[in-house]
């Protein structure tokens, strides 16, 4: 309370927060925010962690996320990620293009024990 009272003035008869204060305030709650997003955010689909994105229609990277999203278990993300391989293979082939190395575990987020119902 005595620090709240340090921070706002009267000016005119009203009361008035520096303005030093207050844009602390704000950079301090918009980095709040960021981390909080970033650490209990859901996946998201990306051409850095999705294998084959450049190969696949708009529609099924919005479908591919959702159902990295949907699983509940280690064993159906896996098998779906091995079907999606193959898939993603199979396009690059056919279009004779290189496909990338896949850079980051789809299923990571279904290793740990509290992972079931995020």
Known sequence: MAEAALLITRVGGKCAMPRQALV???VIGLMLAVSAAEAGGPWRASEGNTRGWQL???QERIDHQARIRSFRTLEECRAYQQE???LMEQR???RGVALPSGRRDICEHLKRPDAVGE
């Open 56 to 58: 696949m229609t708009p």
């Open 92 to 94: 690059a082939r056919q």
């Open 84 to 86: 999606h391989h193959q």
């Open 24 to 26: 602390s305030l704000l």
